[in-house]
């Protein structure tokens, strides 16, 4: 059976750090481009970072950029975003999603999504 699941969420302070993860199962993870996305109270879905397969490219949303690193394990079927410098409006529920063609920070283009980890950064 295929899954995504997230974990890492949680309640930090502005400035400080979270390292979420991403665990697949029933995939090779190795196929898919990734990527992670989030949506925030009253808005849209909105790419966060990608990582293709093969050469693990990356790409960020501007608002991310300098803050945010995402990367990937294929051996241990996990993808990672790593926050640093939170502020509160990254406050969002952040999702997982795995793609079968290119890694893009548009969420329609993806495949196979996770449920999701809520992340509150407090002022």
């Known amino acids: 059976q295929v899954q995504l699941v997230e974990s890492g969420g949680g309640l930090v302070q502005s400035g400080g750090s979270l390292r979420l993860s991403c665990a697949a199962s029933?995939?090779?993870?190795?196929?898919?481009?990734a990527g992670w996305f989030r949506q925030a109270p009253g808005k849209e879905r909105e790419g966060v970072s990608s990582?293709?397969?093969?050469?693990?490219?990356?790409n960020y949303a501007d608002s991310v950029k300098g803050r945010f690193t995402i990367s990937r394990d294929d051996d241990k079927e996990k993808v990672y975003l790593q926050m640093n410098n939170l502020k509160p409006e990254d406050t969002a529920v952040y999702y997982c999603?795995?793609?079968?063609?290119?890694?893009?920070?548009?969420?329609?283009?993806?495949?196979?999504w996770g449920q999701g980890t809520q992340v509150t950064v407090s002022s």
């Open positions: 029933g995939f090779t993870l190795a196929y898919y481009g």
């Open positions: 990582i293709s397969t093969g050469a693990h490219e990356t």
């Open positions: 999603a795995l793609v079968v063609t290119e890694a893009t920070l548009n969420p329609s283009d993806y495949d196979y």
